[in-house]
């Protein structure tokens, strides 16, 4: 079983930083591709950014140029630093890992989620 615990959330005015890490407990870090979603107010949840288990990233496109993925595997943490921050980037944001894959953005099936934490961007 894989624990994913999510801290950084919080609220900040538009055009701010914020930088969520997830730290993973699992002996086995460096095999999963690893991901961050997010949820809005009356939205469904979507992808926001991948990384897989060699380091290649893939975005959604709304945030590509504004945010990194990040991974430390000796840390077992996975990182999201979100830059330029927009109000329509208000969700809860969550970590993801799917072991053994290749996946992207666009096919990133998770097998465990975080429990998430909340980023509000204000105007």
Do not use: H
């Not at 959330?9 to 890490?21: D, F, M, Y």
């Not at 990182?79 to 809860?92: G, H, R, V």
Request: some cysteine.
């Amino acid at each position: 079983q894989v624990q994913l615990v999510e801290s950084g959330g919080g609220s900040v005015q538009a055009g701010g930083s914020l930088r969520l890490p997830c730290v993973a407990s699992v002996y086995t870090y460096s095999t999963y591709c690893m991901g961050w979603f997010r949820q809005g107010p009356v939205k469904k949840r979507e992808g926001v950014a991948v990384i897989g288990r060699y380091g290649i990233t893939t975005y959604t496109d709304s945030v590509k140029g504004r945010f990194t993925i990040s991974r430390d595997n000796p840390k077992n943490t996975l990182y999201l630093q979100m830059n330029s921050l927009k109000p329509e980037d208000t969700a809860m944001y969550y970590c993801a890992a799917e072991q053994w894959s290749t996946a992207t953005i666009a096919t990133m099936t998770p097998d465990y989620w975080g429990q998430g934490t909340q980023v509000t961007v204000s105007s």
